[in-house]
């Protein structure tokens, strides 16, 4: 029998795909979800009763557990129950924009749940953590494309500030207690089930509904868009191989990304940065409408460009292959009109 994998967020966009492919690949799941309404909750409660589902067809152990990583003891209650191997940590408050409205939810979530999530894995003797951190954590550099190895100390939003204490903090219980710890910076995912306050979502529904589409910056924006099933795909393989020291590690000179313990930070994005006029006409054409455009200046928050270098996952995993931008649209279009019923 398959180990056991605790996954939290497992409501969420990224937590759903990845709780299918452990299903898949004959784990025993345990899913972990606050089901906050920070967007539409019944779209987290259709991706739970789509694992269910999913579990039963394939005969594979699932089950659910609603709580919240800020309930320390409902966390050490299910750790001592279930006794998980490996901890894929997605639970988090999402979010640049809303950081800066409501601050306290990202401090709460981010890392007072984190760190005590940090703590359950410390005590259980983990034996591989999967966090998610965020390319949100290069704020304001502008050389790209984004390396593990730039400096990230200069964040322009808490959400973002948060992402990057996850990162300090997990290293020093890497340190520590030696927990093998690899945090994933995603790089804008998209894809079916998606979140409907990201640009894709926000989009189509605006498109097809005929409504004026808020282009930011005046449209003078880029981003790595990045296919959820090559996010899955890659996360898989990372469950298999968990973080190791860097025997090369040189402490006078010390990488960000890798220590002298078990403990690695990755991008995780497609290297094939698209601008964004480009991505919503590629959006435009799936759809079969044209957009109505509102241009408007720079939110508070946001990054102009973003681009993944992924030469050190490729390094540590093999090549990967990504799903062309204009396929992932069309997978996405397709499940967004059915779901929604356009």
């Known amino acids: 029998m398959k180990k056991k994998i605790l996954v939290t967020g497992t409501a969420g966009f990224i937590g759903y795909h990845i709780s299918r492919k452990l299903i898949k690949e004959g784990f025993n799941v345990f899913g972990l979800d606050n089901l906050n309404d920070y967007y539409d909750v019944n779209l987290k409660k259709e991706r739970l009763k789509q694992i ?12 659910f557990i609603e709580g919240d990583l800020q309930d320390k003891k409902l966390l050490k209650d299910t750790f001592n ?9 997605l639970a988090a408050q999402a979010g640049v924009r809303y950081s800066i409205i409501n601050p306290s939810a990202y401090i709460n979530s981010n890392i007072v749940g984190f760190g ?3 703590d359950c894995c410390r005590f259980f003797k983990i034996e591989n953590l999967l966090y998610a951190s965020s390319s949100s954590v290069y704020g304001g550099n502008t050389k790209t494309p984004f390396k593990e190895n730039d400096s990230t100390n200069h964040p322009v939003s808490l959400y973002a500030a948060t992402k990057r204490s996850n990162e300090l903090m997990a290293h020093t219980y890497s340190h520590l207690y030696n927990i093998p710890s690899t945090g994933l910076r995603f790089f804008t995912v998209y894809g079916p089930w ?10 189509a529904e605006a498109i097809l509904s005929k409504k004026p589409i808020k282009i930011f910056n005046q449209g003078n924006m880029s981003r790595s868009f990045t296919y959820i099933n090559d996010v899955i795909e890659i996360m898989y393989k990372l469950i298999n191989k968990p973080a190791t020291a860097n025997s090369n590690f040189d402490r006078n000179n010390p990488e960000p990304s890798t220590s002298w313990n078990c403990h690695r930070i990755f991008n995780l994005g ?3 940065s698209i601008k964004l006029l480009e991505f919503i006409q590629l959006l435009e054409n799936e759809l ?20 993944s270098d992924c030469s050190s996952l490729k390094d540590w995993i093999g090549e990967i292959d990504y799903t062309s931008i204009k396929k992932g ?11 929604y019923e356009y």
Not at 52 to 63: D, L
Not at 81 to 89: A, F, L, R, T
Not at 194 to 203: L, T, V
Request: hydrophobic fraction near 35%; avoid cysteine.
């Open 81 to 89: 129950k279930i006794k998980p191997s490996i901890v894929i940590n």
């Open 194 to 203: 998606g979140r409907p306050d990201m640009a894709p979502m926000i989009f």
């Open 329 to 339: 649209i069309k997978l996405f279009v397709e499940w967004y009109k059915e779901y």
């Open 116 to 118: 005590n999530l940090l």
């Open 52 to 63: 269910q589902k999913f579990s039963a067809e394939h005969k594979n152990g699932w089950q």
């Open 270 to 272: 497609n290297e094939n």
């Open 288 to 307: 079969g409408i044209k957009s109505v455009r509102k241009y408007e200046d720079m939110q508070p928050g946001d990054v102009q460009n973003t681009s």
